[in-house]
T-cell receptor
Framework: NAGVTQTPKFRILKIGQSMTLQCTQD?????MYWYRQDPGMGLKLIYY???????DKGEVPNGYNVSRSTTEDFPLRLELAAPSQTSVYFC????????????FGPGTRLLVL | QKEVEQDPGPLSVPEGAIVSLNCTYS??????FMWYRQYSRKGPELLMY????GNKEDGRFTAQVDKSSKYISLFIRDSQPSDSATYLC??????????FGAGTRLTVKP
């Protein structure tokens, strides 16, 4: 049982490039989340999903896209990367009954130059 | 005004000290209050959870919520070097939009 896994661990992007951050969970959780964490700013919700085929915007969705074709996977797509997207990205998941307990992945560090 | 305010520290204490971590918030709709612990270069993990006002104790950790003052606290008794981490408060109105504090970095020195 690996929990929540994220790839890659670290990536450097040039301005204007695109990439997909991968997130997979093996706990059969319906709910999945993408956050970004900036120094001194806490975690901000980007997008979330309540099940396969259903996604919704969080607090800071601009510049990102998501899809949820399976229960296990919730990739985050960055189109036209900008320096403001330099951050640490965390994926999280939770079950139906334990909404307060989100299980986080190890994070992806992204640097946009 | 930020929706959730948390002093980022850093906070340094000797081993065995009592640690007090705090957050204030402005949204009166928040009903659920959590504390997450985050070790360096790791994802956050849930430490404590409290619903509405009151206290909750789990071993060396005590969480307090005062909704009238919009103030929550986490106390760590007999602090250990292994408690050195960043502590994030989080709160929610019971939906999927959880709001986090900036985190307080704690160091417990042997």
């Amino acid at each position: 049982n690996a929990g929540v896994t994220q790839t890659p661990k670290f990536r450097i992007l040039k301005i204007g490039q695109s990439m997909t951050l991968q997130c997979t969970q093996d706990m059969n959780h319906n709910y999945m989340y993408w956050y970004r964490q900036d120094p001194g700013m806490g975690l901000k919700l980007i997008y979330y999903s309540v099940g396969a085929g259903i996604t919704d915007k969080g607090e800071v969705p601009n510049g990102y896209n998501v899809s949820r074709s399976t229960t296990e996977d919730f990739p985050l797509r960055l189109e036209l990367a900008a320096p403001s997207q330099t951050s640490v990205y965390f994926c999280a998941s939770r079950g139906l009954a334990t909404w307060e307990t989100q299980y986080f992945g190890p994070g992806t560090r992204l640097l946009v130059l | 005004q930020k929706e959730v305010e948390q002093d980022p520290g850093p906070l340094s204490v000797p081993e065995g000290a009592i640690v007090s971590l705090n957050c204030t918030y402005s949204n009166s709709a928040f009903q659920y209050f959590m504390w997450y612990r985050q070790y360096s270069r790791k994802g956050p993990e849930l430490l404590m959870y409290t619903y509405s006002s009151g206290n909750k104790e789990d071993g060396r950790f005590t969480a307090q919520v005062d909704k009238s003052s919009k103030y929550i606290s986490l106390f760590i008794r007999d602090s250990q070097p292994s408690d050195s981490a960043t502590y994030l408060c989080a709160m929610s109105a019971g939906n999927n939009d959880m709001r986090f504090g900036a985190g307080t970095r704690l160091t417990v020195k042997p």
